[in-house]
C-alpha cells in the first residue's frame, strides 16, 4: 500500500511539472508571436506597445520640443522692427524754445521753428540719410511764400529785393533732392534768411556739402541749424512798410550722427565772407547752445549726451 502511494505521488509531481513545462512553452511562444512589445499603461489600462512604437513616440516628442525651443529662439533674436529705425522721435529738434517767439512748421522732410518777429526761423531742422543725399530731383530754383503763414508775417520772394542779401536756404535744397514735394517745400521762405552772398555760396555751401558727405559715410545725420541774433535790434531788409526782415549776425549748425562712433559737433559762421578752414569755425554743441539758448538733443541718455556735446573734435570728422 505504501509503494502504491508513493508511486501515486510521483506522478501527481510529474504532472505538476509537465504542466508547468507546458505553460513555460506557451508563454515563450506567445511572446515571439508578439515579436518586440512590451506591457504599458494607456488612461489606466494595460496595453502592449512595441519598442519601435515608443521610440517614434519619444522621437515625435523630441521634434515637438526642439521645433518649440527653436521658435522661441528665432523669436528671441529677430531684430525688433522699433530698434531698426531712431528710438528718439524728431532727435534733431531741440527742446521746446521759451525766450522767443516760435510757431512751429512740419514739413515733409525738415521742421521748422518759425519767428514772426523776426521773420526768420529760429531754425529748421532735419535727420539728412543717405537716400537723400544721393537724390536726383533737380533743384527748382523758385522761391515762394508760405501760405500757411498770416498776411502779416507771409515773407514773399521780393522782399528780398535790392537788398544784397541771398535768399539762404537753412534746410538746403541738396539735401531735399529725393522727392519733388521736399524740393519744392525747402524754397519756401519760411526756410530762408538773410545771408551774405560770399557766405551763402562759399562756407556755408561747403558746410552743406560736407554734411551730405558725412551721411553717406556715417549713415543718418542729425541736423539743425539758424539764425544768432547779437543785437535786440538787428539791421533788417524789405521795401514793404510792415514787412521788416531782421539780418542775422551769425549763423549755426549742429551735428549728431550715432553711427559706428556716435559723435557730434557745432558750427558757428558770422554772416560775412569766411575764409580759412571749416575747423576754423567748428566749436562743442555745448558752445552753440550756451550762443542760442536752445537744447540740442536732449532726448539722449543724460550722460551721453553730455560726453557728446562738450567735444569738439574735427579730426574725427575727417575735417
Not at 180 to 206: K, R, V, Y
Request: overall charge negative.
Amino acid at each position: 500500500m505504501r509503494k502504491e502511494k508513493k508511486k501515486s505521488l510521483s506522478i501527481l509531481m510529474m504532472s505538476v511539472l509537465l504542466c508547468g513545462v507546458v505553460a513555460g512553452i506557451n508563454q515563450l511562444w506567445a511572446c515571439g508571436n508578439m515579436g518586440d512589445k512590451l506591457p504599458a499603461e494607456v488612461n489606466g489600462q494595460a496595453v502592449v506597445v512595441s519598442s519601435a512604437e515608443r521610440n517614434a513616440a519619444f522621437a515625435e516628442e523630441e521634434a515637438e520640443r526642439t521645433a518649440d525651443f527653436e521658435a522661441e529662439r528665432k523669436k528671441m533674436d529677430a531684430p525688433d522692427e522699433g530698434l531698426s529705425q531712431t528710438p528718439y522721435e524728431n532727435l534733431e529738434q531741440p527742446a521746446q524754445l521759451t525766450r522767443v517767439s516760435e510757431m512751429l512748421l512740419f514739413k515733409s522732410q525738415f521742421i521748422i521753428s518759425y519767428n514772426v518777429q523776426t521773420l526768420c526761423p529760429n531754425y529748421v531742422c532735419w535727420s539728412l540719410t543717405s537716400q537723400r543725399a544721393n537724390g536726383r530731383v533737380q533743384r527748382t530754383n523758385k522761391f515762394y511764400a508760405d501760405n500757411v503763414m498770416g498776411e502779416s508775417s507771409k515773407v514773399d520772394f521780393y522782399d528780398y529785393n535790392g537788398s544784397r542779401y541771398d535768399r539762404g536756404h537753412m534746410c538746403p535744397a541738396g539735401d531735399n533732392k529725393n522727392t519733388q514735394q521736399a524740393m519744392e517745400e525747402s524754397f519756401l521762405m519760411t526756410n530762408i534768411c538773410p545771408q551774405n552772398h560770399d557766405l551763402n555760396t562759399g562756407a556755408w555751401n561747403d558746410l552743406e556739402v560736407q554734411c551730405r558727405s558725412w551721411a553717406k559715410n556715417y549713415g543718418t545725420l542729425y541736423i539743425c541749424c539758424g539764425p544768432i541774433f547779437d543785437s535786440k535790434t538787428p539791421k533788417t531788409i524789405g521795401q514793404r512798410k510792415n514787412m521788416k526782415i531782421a539780418v542775422p549776425d551769425r549763423f549755426f549748425k549742429v551735428i549728431l550722427t550715432l553711427g559706428r562712433v556716435p559723435k557730434a559737433i557745432g558750427f558757428i559762421y558770422p554772416n560775412e565772407p569766411c575764409s580759412g578752414d571749416m575747423r576754423d569755425y567748428a566749436v562743442s554743441v555745448d558752445k552753440v547752445e550756451k550762443e542760442t539758448g536752445m537744447d540740442f538733443f536732449y532726448q539722449l541718455d543724460d550722460k551721453q549726451e553730455k560726453q557728446l556735446e562738450k567735444e569738439c573734435n574735427p579730426g574725427a570728422w575727417g575735417i
